[in-house]
């Protein structure tokens, strides 16, 4: 009997350094493309948190929605 055994992939954390204004800066991770997700709840599952912007590179910047569409939590998925 034959079998393909994968190793799981090794999770490189995409971290948030700061938000100055209406500019999100972030860095590390691994992935072709980073997408900023937002949601107001902070414990919604990730399929409740909304697509933001994409982008194809870290280090790198999203800029997030001003007034009162800038509250909320945002996190960062690399795909």
């Given at each position: 009997?034959?079998?393909?055994?994968?190793?799981?992939?090794?999770?490189?954390?995409?971290?948030?350094?700061?938000?100055?204004?209406?500019?999100?800066?972030?860095?590390?991770?691994?992935?072709?493309?980073?997408?900023?997700?937002?949601?107001?709840?902070?414990?919604?599952?990730?399929?409740?948190?909304?697509?933001?912007?994409?982008?194809?590179a870290t280090p790198g910047t999203f800029?997030?929605?001003?007034?009162?569409?800038?509250?909320?939590?945002?996190?960062?998925?690399?795909?």
């Amino acid at each position: 009997v034959y079998g393909n055994v994968f190793s799981p992939p090794t999770l490189v954390s995409t971290t948030i350094s700061n938000i100055i204004g209406t500019t999100l800066t972030y860095g590390g991770g691994k992935g072709a493309q980073f997408v900023l997700l937002k949601s107001t709840n902070l414990a919604a599952s990730l399929s409740g948190w909304t697509r933001v912007h994409t982008n194809f590179a870290t280090p790198g910047t999203f800029t997030v929605p001003a007034g009162s569409e800038k509250a909320g939590f945002y996190r960062i998925k690399s795909e």
